[in-house]
């Protein structure tokens, strides 16, 4: 009962929040003309949007850029996770991946574009590049992290029991660490968002346009209400994997292991 009425409260907080924001702009843009421009009105942008839906333009893209999303991060959680488990299991691999990945998670994912164009030219094998660039390494440290804030009594217990370093690795210290390689598939999945934004900018191919191409299109006909379109449809997409996908995750996981707050 406290939970649901704590959901409600967040809700009407965030529909007033919201609304009176959309007031807002709608009263900006009405105090002068010029400011249409710079900033179009709610409603253009609403219109833009039913529009985009009606003909099928923003499903098509939101469509290409998920697969090339998903592409991108699933072979990032595929790689990351065992260089991950080992880093934090041996030195050597510490001192050359985990530093690697310390670097190069600073590395903002823009600087992969013309890197990835000399190498792959316009194709879809420079998108997945720059996304895999972008999410690898923050999947890496979470996984380094989680593996060495497990304590320690768990690993002593397995090889009291018997069990051989790697199964202790893959069976005890995977499945402890697991809250803290939700958090990095977290903040993977936003580093994914942004180096295939900045991918969709730059690299133009034909095989599908998406979200970044769409944005692209609206700097390059100054259409200010398909750009701020777009930036919205990307920030609802980012919500709700957010929500629906991750958050879930990371409470149970938290409780099953103890490690939320109280």
């Known amino acids: 009962m406290n939970r649901g009425l704590v ?9 007033v929040f919201f609304a009176a924001l959309v007031y807002g702009w709608h009263a900006y ?22 529009s985009a839906v009606k003909d099928g333009t923003l499903m098509q893209a939101s469509t290409v850029t998920m697969r090339r999303l998903l592409i991108g991060y699933g072979i990032s959680i595929v790689l990351g996770i065992p260089l991950g488990l080992l880093t934090a299991r041996f030195k050597v691999c510490a001192d050359t991946i985990g530093v690697l990945a310390l670097g190069l998670q600073t590395l903002p994912s823009v600087c992969w574009v013309p890197l990835t164009l000399l190498w792959f030219g316009q194709t879809e094998y420079a998108m997945l590049f720059v996304v895999i660039m ?7 440290i979470a996984t380094d992290n989680g593996v ?45 968002w942004r180096s295939l934004m900045a991918a969709e900018i730059y690299v133009t191919i034909l095989t599908g346009f998406g979200l970044g191409q769409l944005l692209q299109n609206g700097r390059d006909l100054t259409a200010m209400d398909q750009v701020i379109g777009i930036m919205i449809v990307i920030i609802v997409i980012g919500l709700l994997a957010d929500k629906i996908l991750f958050s879930p995750w990371e409470r149970f996981l938290h409780h099953r292991w103890g490690t939320g707050r109280a």
């Open 29 to 50: 843009v009405e105090h002068t003309t010029q400011n249409s421009i710079l900033l179009p009105d709610p409603s253009a942008v609403w219109d833009y949007l039913v």
């Open 148 to 192: 060495r804030n497990v304590p320690p009594i768990f690993s002593r217990a397995a090889r009291t029991m018997g069990s051989k370093p790697v199964h202790t690795l893959v069976f005890v210290m995977l499945p402890a660490s697991l809250p803290f390689i939700v958090s990095g598939m977290k903040q993977g999945w936003a580093f994914a």
């Open 134 to 140: 972008g999410s690898l390494w923050s999947m890496v």
């Open 7 to 15: 959901l409600l409260r967040r809700t009407v907080t965030s529909v």
